[in-house]
């Protein structure tokens, strides 16, 4: 027997008759002999429509009140997933954030799980009862309710599943694992059996949607074993613990997961992309001690998070060019920003672009393997694809492209690898 905490995202619990075959899967997991709790999302499109009513009561609205709005998306959908399951016969009840509680800091509508206080709920798996949990929502030290951000669901489901002591965390998605990359640019990517923390973790931050970086990250941290499946799947389907999607594990795990007579694993996980950037390029920046400082704290005070960040060789002047990425929502308020401090700055000019792609290359055999960006930048430049800029971590590459280029780097990257599904299994 083990314990299993189930995640169900607003694709999942979009309408009574998809509810209803969450529950199915529940019980399933349930009759199976293990103890079940469960964290869902709001319906799918329930959480822009609570805050557009925010918007449209108060322009500037109270980020508390705000929470206690958007928080009731996620309570309807645990109540309606209890209720189905009651005439099901089974024994389930809700646990609202307050009601564990799940205690929470920082700020309201991006509050971090601190503590989760889980004996009651341990206490009531033991009797046999299906634990439904509204993801996304806490309480603050003042008692009042928090919200975690979009995505925020993720994130509770590990954080229940690390205070339960779980044996894994299941995220049911619309889509049955990892893969190597977009199956609907590639259609020979391949579904991942597993991937380590890391490497999830860096897919997430460069584009892949199957989880939130945060929810990835606090895996990690707490050792919990996550696992990504469909929730599209038929009634009589075979269970997951048969049929497993893509775990996220730890290294150790892996190492022990492809000893067991599978061929040596890829260099390269994956492929992810993403459009959400924009560029912005400061010219003629004095090339000095702290220019780099006056540009970078201002949108850091802003909460702006920056990513890719060139600076030029100087030039006779003693001046230089300084090119970075930012979030394409944050784009205005950047440029709004720094020309504000353009006098304390020194920069002459602003040019902003928001066409342009990230192409990263993710796996944790660049480790120890060379050649693995040498393999990219070949691949991108016998295509004419040219290179704006390029960032790189431990186990990632990063380029930055002309966004209508996006589909067909992907797609020459994920053939440079060896990526592709071979024909009998594509």
Not at 105 to 134: C, F, Q, Y
């Amino acid at each position: 027997m083990a314990r299993i905490v189930m995640k169900f995202g607003g694709t999942s619990m979009a309408g009574t008759e998809r509810i209803r075959r969450v529950a199915n899967i529940v019980r399933r997991q349930q009759a199976a002999g293990h103890e079940v709790a469960v964290v869902v999302s709001a319906m799918a499109g329930e959480t822009d429509r609570l805050v557009n009513f925010c918007r449209e009561a108060h322009a500037l609205y109270d980020p508390a009140e705000y929470d206690v709005v958007v928080a009731s998306g996620e309570q309807v959908t645990a109540g309606l997933l209890a209720l189905t399951l009651q005439s099901m016969g089974a024994k389930a009840r809700s646990w609202l954030g307050w009601q564990l509680p799940i205690n929470t800091i920082e700020a309201h509508a991006k509050a971090r799980v601190d503590t989760i206080d889980a004996p009651d709920l341990v206490a009531s798996l033991e009797r046999g009862e299906i634990a439904v949990i509204p993801g996304f929502q806490g309480v603050s030290a003042e008692g009042r309710i928090t919200t975690m951000g979009r995505g925020g669901s993720d994130t509770s489901a590990v954080a229940v599943a690390a205070a339960l002591n779980a044996d894994r965390c299941d995220i049911y998605t619309d889509v049955d694992g990892v893969y190597t990359t977009d199956p609907r640019i590639v259609a020979k990517a391949r579904k991942l059996k597993a991937v380590t923390y890391e490497e999830m973790l860096e897919l997430a931050s460069v584009g892949a949607k199957v989880l939130q970086t945060r929810s990835v990250g606090l895996a990690m941290k707490e050792g919990v074993r996550v696992q990504v499946l469909s929730s599209f799947i038929d009634d009589d389907a075979t269970p997951a613990d048969d049929l497993p999607g893509t775990m996220i594990v730890s290294d150790e795990e892996m190492e022990r997961i492809y000893e067991e007579g599978d061929m040596e694993r890829q260099h390269v996980t994956g492929i992810a992309h993403d459009k959400n950037e924009a560029k912005i390029i400061l010219t003629r920046v004095p090339d000095k001690p702290g220019a780099v400082a006056h540009i970078f704290s201002p949108l850091a005070d802003a909460s702006i998070n920056v990513d890719m960040i060139i600076q030029n060789v100087g030039r006779d002047k003693g001046e230089t060019d300084v090119t970075f990425t930012v979030p394409q929502t944050d784009l205005a308020r950047a440029q709004a920003l720094l020309e504000d401090r353009r006098g304390e700055i020194g920069f002459n000019r602003i040019i902003t672009d928001s066409k342009i792609a990230k192409i990263s290359v993710v796996g944790v055999g660049m480790k120890s393997h060379a050649g693995v960006a040498a393999t990219m930048f070949t691949a991108l430049s016998e295509r004419g694809i040219n290179i704006q800029a390029i960032s790189t971590s431990e186990i990632k590459v990063s380029v930055m492209i002309d966004e209508d280029e996006t589909e067909l780097a992907v797609r020459v990257l994920h053939t440079a690898y060896g990526l592709d599904a071979k024909d009998e299994a594509a």
